[in-house]
T-cell receptor, first 114, second 113 residues
C-alpha cells in the first residue's frame, strides 16, 4: 500500500492522559498536513510541514498539542493532558512539492477521550 | 471554522439518476479546488480537482463546474450508484506557502436502490 498510513486507527483514552499518533505519508511527498475533523463537519487545518520544518500552525493547535517530523518522512502528533473536547478524527494528508496538486488523506485516527 | 452543526445537507437520489452537489466558497483569491468523497469512518478520498483558469473539468462519471463570478462550485455525478453514497466536501486552496485546504460544509449523498 503506497497511500498515507496512520496509526492507530482508533484510540480511547482517559481524560488527562497523553496520546501520540503517527502518520506515514506517501514516500516522495515533502508536504505533510494534520487536520482535525469533528462529527458532521469538514476537516480543519491544524499544522503543516515541508520536509522536517513545521511552517504553519493553526490557532486550533493549543499548547497541549505538538507535532514533529524529525527526518522529513513520518510525523507524530502528540496531545498532552487530553480533554473531552479533543475527541475527534485526526487526519493526516500529504502532497508533492508542486503547487496546486491534490492532497492525499490517510484513514485517520479516531480519538475518544472518556 | 465553517461549522454548521451535526445536520448535514442531504441529497437523496434514485440509483441511475444524475446528482448535483453544490458548494459556495468564500475567498476570491482561491485558485485551486478539490472535491473529496468521505465514507463513514474513512479519510477523505480525492475525486476531482479544478484550477481557477478553468470553468469545467470532466472525469469518469464526474464533472466539476466552477463559477468564479459567484464563487460557486458544483459536482455532477452521472448515473449515480449505491457506492456513491457518502459525504462530499469541496475544498479550496488559497495558495501561499502551505497550500492548506479550507473545507466547505459537507453534503450527504444518499442513493436509493
Amino acid at each position: 500500500d503506497t497511500g498515507v498510513s496512520q496509526d492507530p486507527r482508533h484510540k480511547i483514552t482517559k481524560r488527562g492522559q497523553n496520546v501520540t499518533f503517527r502518520c506515514d505519508p506517501i514516500s516522495e511527498h515533502n508536504r505533510l498536513y494534520w487536520y482535525r475533523q469533528t462529527l458532521g463537519q469538514g476537516p480543519e487545518f491544524l499544522t503543516y510541514f515541508q520536509n522536517e520544518a513545521q511552517l504553519e500552525k493553526s490557532r486550533l493547535l493549543s499548547d497541549r498539542f505538538s507535532a514533529e517530523r524529525p527526518k522529513g518522512s513520518f510525523s507524530t502528533l502528540e496531545i498532552q493532558r487530553t480533554e473531552q473536547g479533543d475527541s475527534a478524527m485526526y487526519l493526516c494528508a500529504s502532497s508533492s512539492g508542486t503547487e496546486n496538486t491534490e492532497a492525499f488523506f490517510g484513514q485517520g485516527t479516531r480519538l475518544t477521550v472518556v | 471554522g465553517e461549522s454548521v452543526g451535526l445536520h448535514l445537507p442531504t441529497l437523496s437520489v434514485q440509483e441511475g439518476d444524475n446528482s448535483i452537489i453544490n458548494c459556495a466558497y468564500s475567498n476570491s483569491a482561491s485558485d485551486y479546488f478539490i472535491w473529496y468523497k468521505q465514507e463513514s469512518g474513512k479519510g477523505p478520498q480525492f475525486i476531482i480537482d479544478i484550477r481557477s483558469n478553468m470553468d469545467k473539468r470532466q472525469g469518469q462519471r464526474v464533472t466539476v463546474l466552477l463559477n468564479k463570478t459567484v464563487k460557486h462550485l458544483s459536482l455532477q455525478i452521472a448515473a449515480t450508484q449505491p457506492g456513491d453514497s457518502a459525504v462530499y466536501f469541496c475544498a479550496e486552496n488559497r495558495g501561499g506557502a502551505t497550500n492548506k485546504l479550507i473545507f466547505g460544509t459537507g453534503t450527504l449523498l444518499a442513493v436509493q436502490p
